[in-house]
């Protein structure tokens, strides 16, 4: 009798919907419809079940899947996203659905520093989002990026939609025509997944990021933004580097690390702006003598690459180079040596190691920064 109450027992689910700000704890039958969920949820938030969005580790959950079948299991948390104009009205949460202290304090203190879009965009949001120009959408387990944005129009200035499970960025993006800084960072992001032409009429924008997703070619369209001055695409599967980036004549910071590049092209050069680049971990075994153009480069990291040498200009052309980091290459510190320009930097490397030391109990003037030691 206790093995039938127990195994009764283990029959039913007590899980966590995550609704507006609110935790809602339910109990449901492991053979009980995601459909079954739906219908359970719309008294205790006020959604009809064809408004409502389960989601769950970043996946949408389909009306017919059973939840003994799926991954979900005791505690799991479930994503609740409703669809605008199918709440059944404003009415308080029911008893069933207490909201929990801890979540309501976090809530109030995190409000205004960022949006929390589990649900409908509020009247409020999208008129804070007009009068400051600043949308805050990270972590929010979006799929989609919600239409109201796209009517904040020109007073838009920044777009952080970071930390989702975004499935695309729509063209419809170019029609936030003032945007200066877009944050596309860890949504999985595919090549095809991007609106290219529609981030390509965004004139004004300065920084780019798309960190953590799985591109594997940037366009030759990227040549397009003529504003940016930082671009952001580490983290990717990137193979190469359109020739086209060249005409980033303002852009200051490249960080590309984590890729899988195996050239870099020599338009690069034309970067002429650049003050730090990193293409740390990826698959060069050269670079092009033309990075000896970025007069105004001060910081390149070339760390776990499969680098023998270095553009001969790099030292003399490049004044301003205080920082080399070549940890995991091949290039010895006797080559280094044999480099026109290589006291100059010599000195401003210990310049700056000196300035560092001021912080510091214990430090090496010794050149370290990943030139072989056995020399």
């Known amino acids: ?107 109030d203190i995190t409000r205004g520093k960022k949006e929390r879009s589990e649900g409908s965009v509020t009247k409020s949001q999208l008129e804070r989002w007009k009068a400051t120009g600043v949308i ?24 952080d939609v970071s930390q989702n499970s975004l499935l695309e960025v729509p063209a419809a993006v170019g029609c936030l025509s003032s945007m200066q800084k877009l944050l596309l960072n860890g949504n999985d992001l595919l090549d095809k997944s991007i609106g290219w032409e529609g981030l390509t009429s965004l004139k004004l924008l300065t920084v780019l990021s798309l960190n953590q997703n799985n591109l594997t070619t940037l366009p030759s369209a990227v040549g397009a933004f003529t504003c940016l001055k930082q671009l952001h695409i580490s983290n990717n599967k990137l193979t190469c580097i359109p020739t086209e980036i ?46 000896g ?17 270095l553009p001969n200009t790099l030292f003399k052309m490049c004044l301003q180079l205080s920082i080399l980091d070549l940890h995991g290459t091949e290039i010895t510190l006797d080559l280094l040596r044999q480099f026109e320009g290589w ?13 560092q030391l001021d912080f510091r109990v214990t430090g090496s003037s010794e050149f370290d920064e990943g030139a072989d030691r056995n020399w």
């Not at 805050?136 to 109201?148: F, H, M, R, Y």
């Not at 401003?348 to 300035?355: N, S, V, W």
């Open 293 to 309: 153009n970025l007069k105004s480069l001060k910081a390149l990291y070339l760390s776990n690459n499969g680098l023998k040498s």
């Open 136 to 159: 805050a959408l990270s972590d929010c387990g979006l799929t989609t990026i919600p239409e109201e944005v796209w009517t904040c129009g020109p007073s838009a200035r920044v777009l």
């Open 1 to 107: 009798m206790d093995q039938q109450d127990a195994k009764q027992g283990a029959s039913i689910l007590k899980l966590n919907i995550k609704f507006s700000g609110r935790s809602i704890p339910v109990e449901i039958g492991a053979d009980s419809t995601i459909k079954d969920l739906k219908s359970l949820l719309q008294p205790l938030t006020n959604v009809l079940p064809r408004g409502q969005k389960l989601i769950f580790k970043g996946k949408v959950l389909s009306d017919d899947l059973r939840l003994a079948s799926s991954e979900i299991s005791d505690g799991s948390k479930i994503m609740l996203m409703a669809s605008q104009g199918l709440h059944q009205g404003d009415g308080p949460v029911k008893n069933e659905a207490v909201m929990l202290p801890s979540v309501r304090r976090v809530n």
């Open 246 to 291: 060249g005409s980033l004549t303002e852009l200051e910071v490249l960080k590309a690390q984590n890729n899988r590049l195996k050239t870099i092209p020599t338009s690069i050069g034309g970067c002429v702006s650049l003050v730090e680049v990193d293409l740390s971990c990826n698959l060069l075994a050269e670079l092009p003598q033309t990075l």
């Open 343 to 355: 006291e100059s930097f010599d000195e401003r490397r210990r310049l700056k190691h000196q300035k």
